[in-house]
């Protein structure tokens, strides 16, 4: 069965410094796809970035970037120069090949501060 | 482009009561999908459509939850007899069939408290 994992419930980091956000994952499908959403207090669900399996390099878009070790089931967020608007929720999720559901974590809460 | 909408973004309800959500896809998104979340948890699937074909439904969807998308455009989701363990967001996403087809965009759910 498939499993995300997010061991960091909350995070603290200055603005401008990056930050990482921990995501390990569990499947016995070798074709799946990782997805980092954002979610701010007014709960909409922001897409971040997207891995797929097999791909060979590690995703990244603009100020995020997805640190993939496929060894490991890890999938981490990176996020550099944090901004005060970056605080939010960030959840990391899952979708095995053949399936439509994405199955999420329970989220880390991070918190930028001046 | 204007996004995923759900309707009401807030609802109060007594225990007991039927209560009915509206969620209206991206225009030229074929694939819709409802999702719970409680507070301190990540969203949980519940069921997806493909046009209006419903393709997917969790064990989480017990007999007192239906969702309909009739023809294919907005979808709706019904709790029947609501309990007070059926508060949380629901939220509604979708997608396409395409090249970019492993996104969904999420709309800004409703919530509901149930008292």
């Known amino acids: 069965a498939q499993k995300i994992t997010q061991t960091q419930p909350g995070m603290f980091v200055q603005e401008k410094e990056a930050v990482t956000l921990d995501c390990t994952y569990d499947?016995?499908?070798?074709?799946?796809?990782l997805f980092w959403y954002k979610q701010p207090s007014s709960g909409e669900m922001i897409f971040l970035i997207y891995q797929g399996s097999y791909d060979e390099q590690n995703a990244t878009e603009g100020r995020y970037s997805l640190n993939f070790q496929k060894a490991r089931k890890s999938a981490n967020l990176v996020i550099s120069a944090s901004q005060l608007g970056d605080s939010a929720m960030y959840f990391c999720a899952m979708r095995e090949t053949g399936f439509q559901k994405l199955v999420f974590g329970t989220g880390t809460r991070l918190l930028v501060s001046p | 482009d204007t996004g995923v909408s759900q309707d009401p973004r807030h609802k109060i309800t007594k225990r007991g009561q039927n209560v009915t959500f509206r969620c209206d896809p991206i225009s030229e998104h074929n694939r819709l999908y409802w999702y719970r979340q409680t507070l301190g948890q990540g969203p949980e699937f519940l069921t997806y459509f493909q046009n209006e074909a419903q393709l997917e439904k969790s064990r989480l969807l017990s007999d007192r939850f239906s969702a309909e998308r009739p023809k294919g455009s907005f979808s709706t989701l019904e709790i029947q007899r609501t309990e007070q363990g059926d508060s949380a967001m629901y939220l509604c996403?979708?997608?396409?069939?395409?090249?970019?087809?492993?996104?969904?965009?999420f709309g800004p759910g409703t919530r509901l408290t149930v008292t």
């Open positions: 996403a979708s997608s396409t069939t395409g090249q970019s087809s492993y996104e969904q965009y």
């Open positions: 499947t016995s499908d070798q074709s799946y796809g």
